[in-house]
């Protein structure tokens, strides 16, 4: 289960949940919709052709830069990883579309997957089912997948009267967590499996008519997300199925709280505004654990317990001056319950470090491999890139 960064946006709260790879009386339902899925476009492949190049130098995390789709100067962002190191990818000509790609790892090329359309990738699972979003206008969305090494994309289907629908997490099943927007602009939470094609199953929610988003679901169908009560205070929930109820995840005192990832073993990532930025739970029916007040994007967790994402601190004098970054800095880190948070910039080869990257994770596999955007001084773009570990440690700073 690999998940990428999504900004979940409601009116009254902006929460920061990590996708994987996120009870009440009112249940959501829909009128019938398309039980199959609409072909897309095929992908094209790019024509560089070259191996990522590997930093060594050393102990610790190695620094692979992945290729792009092109010879066409982008910024390229790693957005999953499976087991068999494939990465999905996304690029972006400045001030241009953004496309999706995918990295063959057996290759070492890179293939354009929406060639021509405007997309966001957002997910790939262990056996290399990757997810995306295609925007259909300049504020609609279409959830689509590809299956492992495919190029051409299936649409999920969606429900009669939605404008929009979106993808935030996939399991090894290939089951999909995502929401689609009716009429009204509400956003409805579902479960799609991507086998059978069936319409999507509604999750309840604690309000009828509440914005809510599931933010993950694990191998075992269990879901958590996050709900907007009311447009005044957002809720961590948790589904044990798509068929089931919600209930509310213990704790929570503050008014901003929601769940971003749940581990096959149960383990639960999110965040609470009530003098602590971050929590956990150690499962679903688990206390809440507050364990840091730094503003924190987490980028994905893996089966080991290894979470990944970047620390954010204000600038003091100086700033990069480099055109990504614009009024935060980010300290990449890896973190597990027993060990706490290590700086990942302190886990780099020696060579690596020497190249000075400022690095983004996004997801890790089961192996250790993290998958990441980063930079270096000097470079007017992102490259998409891996850090390949081997045994080291370090503190965060």
Known sequence: MKNKNVIIVFCSTVFLAGLIGC????AGSGATGPTTGTTGNTGTTGNTTTTGTTNSGGSGYTVEVLPTSSSTKVDNSASGIDSAGDVLCGEQVIGAQY?????????????????GMNSRPVAMNDNGLATA?????????KAVFWKPGATVYTALPTLSGWTSSAVTSVNNSGMVCGYGTNASGAF????????TLAQPTVLEIDKSGDPCIPSCINDSGQIVGTEDNSLTQTTAL??????AKPTSLAGQSGAAAGAAHISNT???????QSGAENTYWTSPTGSETKFTTQQL???GYNDSGEGVGGVFERFGKARPAVRPVSGMESYPFIWTQSAGFSNLNNLLTSASKAQSWTIFPQAINNKGVIAAFGYKPGDTNYSAILLVPSSTSGQMR
């Not at 496309?99 to 060639?115: D, H, I, N």
């Not at 948790?238 to 068929?243: H, L, Q, R, V």
């Open 297 to 299: 994007t987490w980028g």
């Open 133 to 141: 979003n295609i925007w259909t206008t300049s504020s609609t969305t």
């Open 99 to 115: 496309y999706t790609t995918e990295y063959s790892a057996s290759t070492k090329k890179t293939t354009s997957l929406t060639p």
């Open 266 to 272: 149960g383990f639960i990532i999110g965040y609470d």
């Open 238 to 243: 948790y589904w044990s199925s798509a068929a």
């Open 23 to 26: 009870g009440g009386n009112g």
């Open 188 to 195: 409805v939470p579902v479960v799609w499996n991507s086998t």
